[in-house]
């Protein structure tokens, strides 16, 4: 059940959004390009992030690149 911590878990590593021009989901709410994101989790297709609602939501990761 590691949902239940997410917001309290260490940063894996930030992202910065590159867009939010979704094809299924209406992400410009929750996202803003050029906003840097904390990872709290990840899998093969999702990035799970604190977006801008406060709340960790898991989005696609080509909404993404790596901030080094």
């Known amino acids: 059940m590691i949902h239940m911590n997410w917001q309290e878990r260490e940063t894996i590593k930030t992202l910065k959004c ?4 979704a094809k299924k989901y209406i992400v410009d ?3 803003t390009p050029g906003k840097i994101y904390e990872v709290k989790n990840e899998t093969e297709e999702f990035f799970f992030i604190i977006d801008n609602s406060g709340k960790v939501g898991g989005y696609y990761k080509d909404y993404f690149e790596e901030k080094k």
């Open 18 to 21: 590159v867009h939010t021009d």
């Open 29 to 31: 709410k929750k996202l």
